[in-house]
């Protein structure tokens, strides 16, 4: 699993706008890792082969970031989808908990964005006219506000219809498993940018880039399993 988080990492690379980072469809590894095979493998496989392609492939500064915030994805994954389906208690306390820290996330970020609207600095480091900025901090706060809305509606969507195929694999536990997985990702990497950086600004226009990344590797993800779970019926 180490080496396939690493070749998922590695050899699809899309270079995000703005930041010197990059998104990839490695994040299915670490679902499928923490999905299938606990919170354990989860957590080495996610952190370790992430941290490697990061050093092998150029993006030497994210290494020690992505060893730590990677290898906490995969342990996500794996001990919410554990713990969340033998206990109810901790499924509500779970889900309540990471939809309050999602909402406080955003509207920080949308008090950022809005008390930056006329920094020159950060214009000048990017290298727009006030306009574009202007449009550019509108395009994110709405991109903000969608997903905090969209992203719970949409898995317990999901979970209903597809559970009652596969309880197992569509439970709201592995769901929302995944899903906090990718939405600590998220704000782990914010926070690394902001040191590596040293601006909390210009890393908030990144965020709409790791949202697709973790929701695409939520579906890559499944597909594999699907796929996987067919072979083994065979």
């Not at 992203?151 to 498993?177: A, C, H, Q, T, Y």
């Not at 990718?182 to 600004?201: D, F, K, R, S």
């Amino acid at each position: 699993m180490i080496a396939l988080v690493f070749i998922g990492t590695f050899l699809i690379k899309i270079p995000v706008p703005m930041t010197q980072g990059y998104i990839h469809p490695g994040d299915s590894m670490i679902f499928v890792a923490g999905i299938l095979f606990g919170w354990k493998t989860g957590m080495l496989a996610g952190g370790i082969g992430s941290a490697m392609a990061d050093l092998v492939g150029g993006y030497a500064v994210y290494a020690f970031p992505t060893l730590i915030i990677k290898g906490i994805m995969g342990l996500i994954v794996g001990f919410i989808s554990e713990e969340t389906r033998k206990n109810k208690k901790i499924k509500f306390s779970v889900s309540l908990i990471s939809s309050a820290v999602w909402i406080i996330f955003g509207l920080i970020l949308k008090t950022i964005l809005n008390s930056n609207s006329g920094n020159l600095s950060v214009m000048n480091q990017l290298e727009v006219s006030p306009e574009k900025f202007s449009e550019m901090i509108k395009n994110t706060g709405n991109v903000l506000l969608y997903t905090m809305i969209i992203i719970p509606v949409v898995i317990m969507v999901i979970s209903l219809i597809l559970r009652k195929k596969d309880f197992e694999l569509f439970s709201f536990s592995n769901l929302i498993g995944t899903t906090i997985a990718g939405l600590w990702m998220v704000i782990g990497y914010y926070t690394a940018e902001i040191i590596i950086y040293g601006n909390p600004v210009i890393p908030i226009f990144s965020i709409g880039f790791n949202i697709i990344q973790f929701v695409s590797g939520i579906i890559i993800s499944y597909i594999i399993v699907i796929a996987m779970k067919k072979v083994k019926a065979i």
